[in-house]
């Protein structure tokens, strides 16, 4: 634990230790999973006779995302063993990836202690019709951690448990983005050890096969075209094991990416030696936690590049959010690109064409009907229009008349 870090579980998770990297042991533990869906949920750990453990929470920024629930009234499932609190179980390939395993440092720890490994990790599903399935990329994950590892889903009713070792959120959304020394050291020391590295050294990291709907970019075809020509691999990583994902983040020297879930897990194989640019998709702050993952794990300094020419947002909704969609401005990405040395040309990359663009939004099926086009981009795109006519003006203005002899 480092200097100033608090032990008070009713305060934030912090990089700097605290609570965040203690581990709490709960006998007869009960375990009680969320009855509806929502952002904050009545959900978490209860001691045996009843009392709120606030260690167990899940925190999100500066406020937890499940709080103290009911004593349940009905009989609970009994499970014997010893097993480890993981927390919330979330489908979300992205939210898994920083909040599912936001405890998961604490294998490194019971490897050393004297009462030994756990049965498997305990979770409460994040969606409650979700209940007790798991999935490929989850098990995956935690096998690439540690092998053999049991996952339990406690889900529909509560349950006690024999033995839980509760450890402190150490990584997730906000400050703890950072992820604290234990965690960031588990993850370095113990995951994808036996992947090795295989692929390209130049990729980019795709969203355009996701559409649209979930966060694309308009354009995005395009630009993959001009990476190409430069000798990127244009990589989908959702069309791959995580093994493969890995094996290609660890062997490529230059990655660009769309800001998104692929640059989580870039992060816990990242090194410094390899450089990095992410390319926006919103305009939005939600990229700045993003950056810092990168930049805390990898110890290297992410290019992030806003080359937005708008957004499209839906009608009934315009503003930025999970909804919308960036259009993307090839010509300040090549520039940027090459400035800072992950392509030879992009001084010359096109901006598209009205009439590209509408084809695109025609293929995608993008009706003007449903979506329109940020009202702050436009009005800052007409102020840019207006300014450069000013200034042309006043050039021919100051412009001496042709003599005509």
Request: glycine share 10%.
């Amino acid at each position: 634990m480092r200097d100033g870090a608090d032990l008070d579980p009713a305060l934030p998770p912090s990089p700097r230790g605290g609570w965040s990297e203690s581990l709490l042991t709960l006998r007869d533990a009960i375990v009680v999973p969320p009855v509806e869906s929502g952002m904050v949920q009545e959900a978490g750990l209860l001691h045996a006779d009843g009392r709120y453990c606030a260690e167990g929470a899940l925190w999100r920024r500066h406020r937890p995302i499940t709080i103290a629930p009911p004593q349940p009234t009905g009989p609970c499932e009994r499970i014997s063993g010893r097993w480890l609190w993981g927390g919330v179980l979330w489908a979300h390939f992205g939210h898994f990836l920083v909040e599912s395993t936001s405890r998961l440092w604490a294998l490194a720890e019971l490897d050393r202690a004297k009462d030994g490994p756990v049965e498997g990790v305990l979770f409460i599903p994040k969606r409650p019709a979700v209940g007790e399935e798991v999935r490929g990329f989850q098990r995956e994950f935690l096998s690439l951690l540690q092998k053999d590892l049991p996952i339990r889903v406690v889900a529909g009713s509560a349950a006690r448990v024999e033995n839980l070792v509760v450890p402190g959120q150490g990584f997730g959304l906000g400050a703890i983005t950072e992820g604290t020394d234990k965690y960031r050291s588990a993850i370095h020391k113990r995951f994808a050890l036996d992947i090795a590295a295989e692929g390209p050294e130049k990729i980019y990291i795709s969203r355009s096969r996701l559409g649209l709907g979930k966060g694309g970019l308009l354009g995005e075809e395009q630009l993959e075209d001009l990476l190409a020509a430069e000798g990127y691999e244009i990589f989908h990583p959702q069309e791959h094991s995580l093994s493969t994902q890995l094996a290609r983040y660890k062997a490529a020297r230059q990655v660009i990416a769309a800001d998104g879930s692929a640059l989580h897990l870039y992060a816990m194989v990242g090194r410094p030696d390899q450089k990095v640019a992410m390319v926006l998709r919103r305009k939005s702050t939600a990229h700045t936690l993003l950056t810092e993952n990168v930049r805390h794990f990898c110890n290297s300094d992410p290019l992030v590049i806003g080359a937005l020419r708008t957004e499209w947002m839906p009608r009934n909704h315009q503003r930025s959010s999970r909804l919308s969609f960036g259009e993307l401005d090839h010509s300040v990405i090549g520039k940027a690109l090459k400035s800072a040395g992950f392509i030879s040309g992009g001084d010359d990359w096109p901006v598209l064409s009205d009439q590209a663009r509408a084809q695109i939004l025609q293929d995608k099926g993008i009706r003007s009907d449903r979506f329109v086009e940020s009202p702050e981009f436009l009005r800052a795109r007409i102020r840019e229009m207006r300014r450069v006519r000013r200034e042309r003006r006043a050039q021919d203005a100051a412009s001496p008349p042709e003599r005509s002899d």
